[in-house]
Nanobody
Framework: QVQLVESGGGLVQAGGSLRLSCAAS????????MGWFRQAPGKEREFVSA????????SYADSVKGRFTISRDNVKNTMYLQLNSLQPEDTALYYC?????????????????WGQGTQVPVSS
């Protein structure tokens, strides 16, 4: 089993920045691809960004491209998401996820492990 714990969320004003972290523990592997997803109130969970096990490949949703940056530190077993130029529409519960293969996916169903989420409310 793999445990994922997100941190770094919190209230921020529009235009502000946050850095989310996702710490992995348990039967982790540096080859696991990981991703960030978010779910706004009343909406379905949606893809935000993903990174391959090697960190050589990344993907972003169009809505966050150019504002968010995903990265990972395989020594620390931690993934990050830098959120810049936040807007009220970015308000959501942000989840990290991991899958037991090295290549990422943009689909929620492809991820076996999930964290509990961290809230990111953005005020206007």
């Amino acid at each position: 089993q793999v445990q994922l714990v997100e941190s770094g969320g919190g209230l921020v004003q529009a235009g502000g920045s946050l850095r989310l972290s996702c710490a992995a523990s348990g039967r982790t592997s540096n080859s696991y691809a990981m991703g960030w997803f978010r779910q706004a109130p009343g909406k379905e969970r949606e893809f935000v960004s993903a990174i391959s096990g090697s960190a050589l490949s990344t993907s972003y949703a169009d809505s966050v491209k150019g504002r968010f940056t995903i990265s990972r530190d395989n020594v620390k077993n931690t993934m990050y998401l830098q959120l810049n130029s936040l807007q009220p529409e970015d308000t959501a519960l942000y989840y990290c996820a991991a899958r037991k293969v090295s290549y990422y996916s943009r689909m929620t169903v492809d991820y076996e492990y999930w964290g509990q989420g961290t809230q990111v409310p953005v005020s206007s």
